[in-house]
């Protein structure tokens, strides 16, 4: 982006920003219309242009800022200090969940990114990098875990995989609901309940009594 750009209110950049994201994450880069882009933010293909030089700058730029939002957003804020996997989870889900109510337009845009392969080289470079957020967060949930929690007679590497794959369902589930929707409070309380509950019951099912 150049100085242009840079010198526009601060709400102004934000709305030509997203509505790139809305576009490049509904789409895929390959099929994503700069025509779209700019009818939506209410600017010509040439300010477009001027502001970010090509349609593959322009999405380099919200990789860059959507990684960075998702790094201090959401890696940043884990507890490394927690060792029960499911006290992990309960607290990663709600800094995700605040994250993506706050900035929902760059986490779309970040699955996106996956969801629709293309050929430009560009792509694929941002792939590997978001693809490296994944892992992150990933690791952190198979890692330092306190084991003894668990049932005698589990293999706990196991027992965590089978919990991820319980709870990933879940969470996409989950967020495919949240996506496009505010939720009222009762609504939202309901929702953290029913998650709370599920959290519960994976609880009773792989840990010791009391624990």
């Given at each position: ?16 920003l997203n509505t790139a994201y809305e576009e490049f994450g509904a789409n895929g880069y390959d099929r994503a219309s700069t025509n779209a882009i700019v009818s939506a933010a209410g600017i010509s293909k040439g300010t477009l ?163």
């Amino acid at each position: 982006m150049n100085k242009a750009f840079l010198e526009l209110p601060e709400k102004r950049q934000q709305a030509i920003l997203n509505t790139a994201y809305e576009e490049f994450g509904a789409n895929g880069y390959d099929r994503a219309s700069t025509n779209a882009i700019v009818s939506a933010a209410g600017i010509s293909k040439g300010t477009l242009f001027n502001y970010f030089g090509s349609k593959i700058e322009l999405f380099q730029t919200l990789v860059a800022t959507a990684l960075e939002l998702v790094k201090t957003t959401y890696i940043s804020q884990l507890d490394h200090d927690l060792r029960d996997f499911l006290e992990k989870y309960r607290q990663a889900t709600q800094v995700k969940y605040h994250a993506y109510h706050t900035h929902p337009h760059e986490f779309n845009f970040f699955g996106g990114v996956f969801l629709y392969e293309s050929n430009e080289p560009a792509v694929r470079k941002a792939a590997k990098r978001m693809e490296q957020i994944r892992v992150d967060a990933e690791a952190y949930f198979r890692q330092n875990n306190d084991t003894s929690l668990f049932l005698a007679g589990l293999d706990p590497p196991q027992a965590i995989r089978l919990m991820q794959y319980c709870l990933d369902g879940y969470e996409r589930d989950m967020m495919r609901d949240l996506r496009g929707h505010t939720l009222a409070a009762d609504k939202s309380e309901a929702l953290w309940e029913d998650f709370y509950r599920f959290l519960d019951q994976l609880r009773s099912v792989f840990y010791r009594k009391g624990a």
